[in-house]
DNA sequence: AGATTGATGTCAAGGGCGTGTCAAGGTCCG
DNA sequence: CGGACCTTGACACGCCCTTGACATCAATCT
């Protein structure tokens, strides 16, 4: 993880301490700003990858300053941080162009699951593993040098596994990482996308580990 | 798992007392602390892989210790025990970036099955004695190089053997580690599995405790 | 020593459950 | 409207787990 530029603009400094220190611990540079004109300021460095963003702020919404941040910078990652699942409906995060948002109180273990998911949208970098490479920049993908023609949520989903490539990734990962959400997947889902993915690649790269969830091949073995 | 260190944090020996039992009772190895302080100093010892943390502590706050513990030690498992659920939510779970929390009064086997989701979370560890290597991240097993062919239980018990490999591990703590069952095991399937098992990588790595429980072959003996 | 008792080893069903895949909507968007 | 994509239900298929029966073995009693 290439020392991604994060911005964490939250007043209350309760929680921006510790949620700083998360941060920093897993290896992100973090930047903290504490009110809505600061953070605006911020986060029109170009360093910053990323930004946190409380809804509660002095002197300017938080939802304004997404807005603004995001239509000077397109494609920066912004992450809401609700008083209340109630008080911020989706709808209005979405609406001012957040990438994600989050509902006070949440847990610190879920905020920085958030984080990686969408770090991993913001910081383009190439994945590979035997004979797949990904390229989450321009979201393309190849087997051996042919480019594969995926849906989003494959391409997701094949970037996810390539991303651990030799290890197990649970059902629960893939289904926070990919469709984010906790819901427990009773579907066949993820199931299906999984049948849809081996069909493209080859149903040899994608190995079922059952009880746990599917395990793409190392390039070692 | 596996003598995994616990550090319990709490002055009221009403709770403590049982708590420590179930603790042990479940193959932990248990340190208790009657206060904030107590607990922070036992806390930095590297044996402790996991901390079971009062909020309402003499001395110093929980919360207080939890983010000098974090602080200090990232990858420490911590799980907070509060008065009452709303309590921290108010605070916000996350503050001092507890691992996860559990409000007071709690069932002894939920909280013993927190802990064990926990020990779960850390670190996936390579674990290996006479030959036999198992991987928790890819979920595999070799004897000798060789790949092994193990169903999820027969990984979980070789897994939970080896990890205490020349200790004996009771057929108490098997049921209660591979099989998450509280009720007495009084069926053969123990005895099948680890049939199974012997039938995979040599009869003689798997000792009989007659009374007791298995044994798996240590290094030196 | 031989018998007895209780714990363990193994075999052979039987069924439960996790998974793979198809097909049918349903939604979003051009 | 048409198409791409996601979701969902249905269904089949196997692997795994469980269970009961019976053989064995270890330890204690007579």
Redesign the interface.
Known sequence: MATLGVLLVEDDE??SA??A??LT?EGYDVTLAVDGPAGLAAGSSPQIALVILDVGLPFMDGLEVCRRLRASRPKLQILLLTARSEEVHAVDGLDAGADDYIA??????E?LARVRAAARRAEPRDLSASGVRVETGSRRAYLHDDELTLSPKEFDLLARLVSDA???VTREQLLRDVWETSWGGGGRTLDQHVSWLRAKIGADLITT????GF?FR?DDA
């Open positions: 309760a929680i510790p949620l220190r998360g611990r006070k109180p949440f847990r610190l273990a905020l030799g290890q197990v580990v059952r009880g746990t395990r190392g």
